[in-house]
């Protein structure tokens, strides 16, 4: 059966919902609406006699780099290159853009795939679980989302995702948390409830103390009796910590680049990433 490539539209979500409850992603339909929202002309799916069969989407931030996320392909449809061509429409459409460079999180199975494409690799991540029993939701007032976390997180993502972030914290809230010092900020953190698990992202601290109070605050918060974080293998306190609430490794990713990586960020302050389908 031959494919065709054309761009998203909101009529595709449901499918697009489908494909990631197969795939036991975490991802919800405001996830894939935050896409279309940010950047709907580069967000496309495969279709064939009136089926979508696959999808991939991207965002770009500042013009600085974009992401690709979202590459999925329904299993009876695997096999045919839909996804090795949704990967190319998406790369094609943010060359002609002048995007200087394409990010991504890559599971182990796809890492060979991104690697005959150009992309390396620039640091590892873990996620981590935790199951337990569920709680009462948390009666923490909302914190605002200020002007000088949005300044921190453009150094230490970099590039601007305000708007993202503010889109996360106008469904959650409760969950933006803040770890300040005497005279400066000392961390933030945002969280998001996902189609299996709440999660703990982007979590940033300029130290231990910060991280631990961040993280302690966020589970006290949340009332998910699942949790996920996408924690930087090389940081020093993230997994430390979440070993030491009880979480569980799941699964393995890498953060690849393609192109030229002119603002990588502070990955020395990331504790914990927005996601990976986000960056």
């Given at each position: 059966?031959?494919?065709?490539?054309?761009?998203?539209?909101?009529?595709?979500?449901?499918?697009?919902?489908?494909?990631?409850?197969i795939?036991?992603?975490?991802?919800?339909?405001?996830?894939?609406e935050?896409?279309?929202?940010?950047?709907?002309?580069?967000?496309?799916?495969?279709?064939?006699?009136?089926?979508?069969?696959?999808?991939?989407?991207?965002?770009?931030?500042?013009?600085?780099?974009?992401?690709?996320?979202?590459?999925?392909v329904?299993?009876?449809?695997?096999?045919?290159?839909?996804?090795?061509?949704?990967?190319?429409?998406?790369?094609?459409?943010?060359?002609?853009?002048?995007?200087?460079?394409?990010?991504?999180?890559?599971?182990?199975?796809?890492?060979?795939?991104?690697?005959?494409?150009?992309?390396?690799?620039?640091?590892?991540?873990?996620r981590?679980?935790?199951?337990?029993?569920?709680?009462?939701?948390s009666?923490?007032a909302?914190?605002?989302?200020?002007?000088?976390?949005?300044?921190?997180?453009?150094?230490?993502?970099?590039?601007d995702?305000?708007?993202?972030?503010?889109?996360?914290?106008l469904?959650?809230?409760h969950?933006?948390?803040?770890?300040?010092?005497?005279?400066?900020?000392?961390?933030?953190?945002?969280?998001?409830?996902?189609?299996?698990?709440?999660?703990?992202?982007?979590?940033?601290?300029?130290?231990?103390?910060?991280?631990?109070?961040?993280?302690?605050?966020?589970?006290?918060?949340?009332?998910?009796?699942?949790?996920?974080?996408?924690?930087?293998?090389?940081?020093p306190?993230?997994?430390?910590?979440?070993?030491?609430?009880?979480?569980?490794?799941?699964?393995?990713?890498?953060?690849?680049?393609?192109?030229?990586?002119?603002?990588?960020?502070?990955?020395?302050?990331q504790?914990?990433?927005?996601?990976?389908?986000?960056?």
């Open positions: 059966m031959g494919f065709h490539i054309r761009r998203m539209t909101p009529g595709d979500i449901s499918a697009g919902e489908q494909f990631a409850q795939a036991a992603w975490n991802q919800t339909r405001s996830d894939w935050r896409f279309l929202r940010a950047n709907r002309e580069g967000c496309f799916v495969a279709e064939a006699g009136g089926e979508v069969m696959g999808t991939v989407a991207t965002i770009t931030y500042q013009g600085r780099f974009a992401w690709i996320g979202m590459v999925l329904h299993p009876d449809r695997r096999g045919r290159g839909i996804g090795t061509r949704l990967l190319n429409t998406a790369i094609e459409y943010l060359e002609s853009c002048r995007i200087p460079c394409i990010k991504l999180d890559s599971t182990p199975q796809g890492k060979p795939l991104y690697e005959k494409l150009g992309f390396v690799s620039m640091f590892e991540i873990e981590w679980e935790l199951r337990r029993s569920p709680e009462r939701e009666d923490a909302p914190a605002a989302v200020t002007a000088e976390m949005l300044e921190r997180d453009r150094e230490v993502f970099g590039a995702r305000s708007e993202l972030l503010r889109s996360i914290a469904d959650y809230p969950l933006v948390i803040h770890s300040r010092g005497q005279e400066e900020l000392m961390g933030y953190s945002f969280g998001r409830r996902g189609a299996l698990a709440d999660h703990l992202g982007p979590w940033v601290a300029r130290d231990e103390p910060a991280a631990r109070e961040l993280l302690n605050e966020f589970l006290r918060r949340s009332n998910g009796a699942r949790i996920f974080v996408d924690a930087l293998k090389g940081n306190w993230a997994i430390g910590l979440l070993r030491e609430r009880g979480f569980q490794f799941s699964r393995p990713l890498t953060r690849m680049y393609r192109g030229r990586n002119e603002f990588p960020g502070r990955i020395d302050l504790c914990g990433v927005l996601g990976p389908e986000f960056g």
